[in-house]
Each structure stands twice: as C-alpha cells, then as structure tokens.
C-alpha cells in the first residue's frame, strides 16, 4: 500500500528551469516531510524538510511547499542547474516512530543545458 | 561527518545461498534502517532497529533477518537468497536532534542473485 505518492517519475528541466516534484500523503498522523536528494553510486541525503506548522519552507533555490488540507507537498528547485541532476524522494514520518520514513518512488531530474 | 558503511558495494550470489550485508556506522545512533531499492518502487523499509539487540519488521520483511549485537553494526541476513531479491540494499543510521531525526544513508550494496 502507496501512502506516499510522488510525481512524476521522471523529468527533464532547462538549465535556468523550475523543477517541480509533488507528493501525496494519505495518513493525517505524518508530521515531518523531508525531501532525499540521491546522485547516482550514492546514498540518498537529506536535502530540506518540513513540519505541517508552516506552509512553505526556503533553502536557498530549494523551496518546499506544504498544503496541509489537501495532504499534499512539493519541491521546487528554482534556477536549476545540471549538479541537480539526480534522483528525489520525498518521504513522511510521525513522531514517535523512530524516525521510520515512509518513502516516495522517486523522480530523476534531468537538468540539459 | 557522519559515516555508515557497507561492507560490500556489489556482491553476486547464488539461489540459495545464505547471505550477509553488513552495515557499520561511527557517530553512536540509536536507530539503523535497511531499506531495499528497486526502480519505481523507491526505498521500502525491511527492518529497523531501535537500540542494540532490538528490532521491527518494515514493510517487506518476508526473507530477511537482521542483528544489532552492537549499537554501531547493523546486519541484514538473506537466509536463502532468490532471485526476487536481486536489488541495491541501502543501510541508514539516525539520532534525534533539535526536535527531529535525518537519517544517514550509506553508500548501497548491489545484490546479485542468479
């Protein structure tokens, strides 16, 4: 059972281009939404993350926005550059669970020149 | 830095055959994850460990085992290896700082199994 959907796939952005990933989540206990960035050959690090108090969270030209009622969440990568060519995922936890993620299936981005 | 390392980067293996993946990590977390990859289906979680000799089921724990005799080694036991279990095995450490917890991933191990 998906509880957390990703979309898309897979996507290919100009250099200078918005990314745009979106995920959604079905259980209303998830409190914590990161985002897992993975080059290939690499583990996946954790690139920026948010809690449900707030609608949207900035990381330099990585900016996360979070609609709550929808259940809803997405990554931007403002200006992006082909160093973000990679592979995201999105995730959700609750608290008291240890840190147990339940992951997304992943979007590779591809950034061209 | 934080460091968790896995024993192999690519291993073959044979039907059958009981195999081990070993999983260190150096900064005395208390939770350890092993997750499997698989195009399309991102990391689903096999097993996590809370403390030393402490363990729970993930989502796809079917064919796995794991130990955590030590808080810094975390191992993941194929006990008859098959072929569905062909993937790349992540391993990942965590500890709860400022209100929340990042997990550390290590590098994978791509498993093989013919």
């Known amino acids: 059972q998906q509880q957390v959907k990703q979309s898309p796939q897979s996507l290919i952005v100009q250099k200078g281009g918005i990314s745009i990933i979106n995920c959604a989540y079905e259980n209303t206990a998830f409190d914590y939404f990161p985002w897992y960035q993975q080059f290939p050959g690499k583990g996946p690090a954790l690139l920026i993350a948010i809690r449900p108090d707030v609608s949207e969270k900035k990381e330099g030209r990585f900016t996360i926005s979070f609609n709550k009622s929808a259940k809803q969440f997405s990554l931007h990568i403002m200006d992006s550059q082909p160093g973000d060519s990679a592979t995201y995922f999105c995730a959700a936890s609750r608290t008291g669970t240890a840190s147990k993620l339940t992951f997304g299936t992943g979007t590779r981005l591809q950034v061209t020149l | 830095d934080v460091k968790v390392t896995q024993s192999s980067r690519y291993l073959v293996k044979r039907t059958g055959e009981k195999v081990f993946l070993e999983c260190v990590q150096d900064m005395d977390h208390e939770n350890m994850f092993w997750y499997r990859q698989d195009p399309g289906l991102g990391l689903r979680l096999i097993y996590f460990?809370?403390?030393?000799?402490?363990?729970e089921k993930g989502d796809i724990p079917e064919g796995y085992s794991v130990s955590r005799e030590k808080k810094e080694r975390f191992s993941l036991i194929l006990e008859s290896a098959s072929t569905n279990q062909t993937s790349m095995y992540l391993c990942?450490?965590?500890?709860?700082?400022?209100?929340?917890?990042?997990?550390?991933f290590g590098p994978g191990t791509r498993l093989t199994v013919t």
């Open positions: 990942a450490s965590s500890f709860l700082q400022g209100g929340t917890y990042e997990q550390y």
């Open positions: 460990s809370y403390d030393v000799k402490m363990k």
